[in-house]
């Protein structure tokens, strides 16, 4: 096992979390996860996220290691009622993806639709709180990922946490790293930072 924070540089600066952050994959972390005390800790700054309203438009559901059988169960049946066909490899990949990683948090975006505040927004908020999280937990020495993929866009799986008006804004796994990250490919400046120039009368 790597020690937590081998594979960073200098996490002291706050521009260094950020510039050394990156994801790993679920399925290549291993333990330690964070404690009670450091999740509470992690889902405490998620929650510090943009806000307009003050509506808290999200949840944070916590997936404890005793019930990872529970999910893969209620994902199983989720993926077999909308393909029942499945094959062994897609059932197997819903056993992996339930399993994987120490730690599982799963975000919601609920949105207030009695609210002023434009839905879409509040689900800017909802993806702000998921970037809080993969930030926190790199600066207390963890990888993380978000992931979302079909059990996201499922209603059966959606039900499991939250009723019509929720959505799964994605599946957090949190752990420590099986081995050092080599960092992905970043956009360029250029492609993504332009300078406004007002169109001419």
């Not at 509506?55 to 989720?78: C, G, S």
């Not at 790199?138 to 992931?147: E, I, R, V």
């Amino acid at each position: 096992m790597i020690a937590a924070n081998a594979m960073f540089n200098d996490l002291s600066s706050p521009l260094s979390l950020l510039e050394t952050r990156r994801s790993a994959k679920p399925r290549d972390m291993i333990a330690p996860g964070p404690d009670e005390a450091q999740l509470h800790h992690i889902l405490a700054i998620a929650s510090r996220t943009p806000d307009h309203g003050k509506l808290a438009p999200w949840r944070f559901i916590t997936v404890n290691e005793d019930q990872r059988p529970k999910l893969e169960a209620k994902l199983r049946e989720a993926y077999l009622l909308a393909k029942p066909d499945a094959g062994r490899l897609e059932l197997e990949s819903i056993h992996e993806f339930a399993h994987q990683a120490p730690s599982l948090v799963i975000v919601l975006s609920v949105p207030r639709t009695d609210s002023q505040i434009p839905v879409w927004e509040q689900e800017l908020s909802a993806g702000a709180a998921c970037m809080n999280l993969l930030s926190a937990a790199h600066a207390l020495g963890f990888t993380a990922c978000w992931l979302t993929g079909w059990a996201a866009y499922s209603n059966a799986v959606r039900d499991l946490f939250g009723g019509p008006g929720t959505r799964i804004a994605g599946f957090m796994f949190i752990g420590s790293p099986s081995r050092p990250l080599e960092e992905r490919p970043r956009p360029e400046f250029g492609s993504v930072v332009q300078t406004w120039t007002p169109p001419s009368a």
